[in-house]
């Protein structure tokens, strides 16, 4: 199964953005959450949403579960792949596409750092409001699966109060575009309408707990 999706996934992306080794792969069994390690059987590199559709489509192809991954900041589990897995990383998505400072908005691909967009506006006053601790690190991607907040959340709210938008690609591949009034509700259901593959680890009582822990300390 795993076999047949690289070769068509290596054909997509070409073969130096399918990694397979062990070594390659290890770094992404796990998030910051503590809630333990699932080896992946492999890790793509997307870098248009194109890709990501038909890597989504290949997926369904090979029943092959997968989870999508920003920076792997993540304290809840959500980027932990199943074991023998597909995670597909947004990590060359990471260009600012657009800044419309008339407007009020920026136009940008998931894997952008956090704290890169503040810097990018930083000269004409501006910032991105929602600034979780880990900014200086975690991507949008997974600030919107996560909601994310930071110290300004208490004026500016949380990452659902400063979206207009959001493409999407869909369990099916389809890639869909999410206006403002929309994005609230779709991203509270997170993986289970994108069906993406969360850590059996972290679904266990035992999991939770030590998810939980790690945020206290």
């Known amino acids: 199964m795993i076999e047949d999706f690289v070769k068509k996934a290596a054909r997509l992306l070409g073969r130096d953005r399918v990694h397979v080794d062990k070594s390659d792969v290890w770094p ?6 503590g809630t333990g390690h699932n080896l992946p059987g ?4 997307p870098d248009t ?3 990501v559709a038909e890597l989504v489509k290949l997926a369904n192809q090979f029943d092959l579960p997968y989870v999508t991954r920003g920076s792997g900041t993540c304290l809840s589990g959500g980027p932990v792949p199943e074991t023998n897995g597909l995670v597909i990383s947004t990590a060359r998505m990471d260009r600012i596409l657009e800044l419309d400072f008339g407007n009020e908005c920026a136009w940008i691909e998931p894997g952008v750092i956090n704290l890169d967009l503040s810097n990018a506006v930083d000269a ?3 910032f991105y409001a929602p600034d979780p601790s880990s900014q200086i ?3 949008i991607a997974g600030n919107i699966a996560m909601n994310s907040g930071g110290a300004h959340c208490l004026k500016y709210g949380v990452t659902t109060n400063n979206l207009m ?11 869909v575009e999410i206006e403002s009034h929309e994005v609230g509700n779709i991203i509270r259901l997170g ?4 069906k993406s593959a969360r850590s059996e680890e972290f679904r266990t009582e035992k999991g939770m ?9």
């Open 28 to 33: 992404f069994g796990r998030d910051a959450s």
């Open 42 to 45: 492999c890790v793509v590199f």
């Open 49 to 51: 949403t194109k890709q």
């Open 124 to 126: 004409k006053g501006w």
């Open 137 to 139: 690190a975690c991507a």
């Open 165 to 175: 938008g959001v493409t999407m690609v869909m369990a099916n591949g389809e890639i």
């Open 191 to 194: 993986g289970t309408i994108i």
């Open 209 to 217: 707990k030590a998810a939980f822990n790690n945020l206290k300390n």
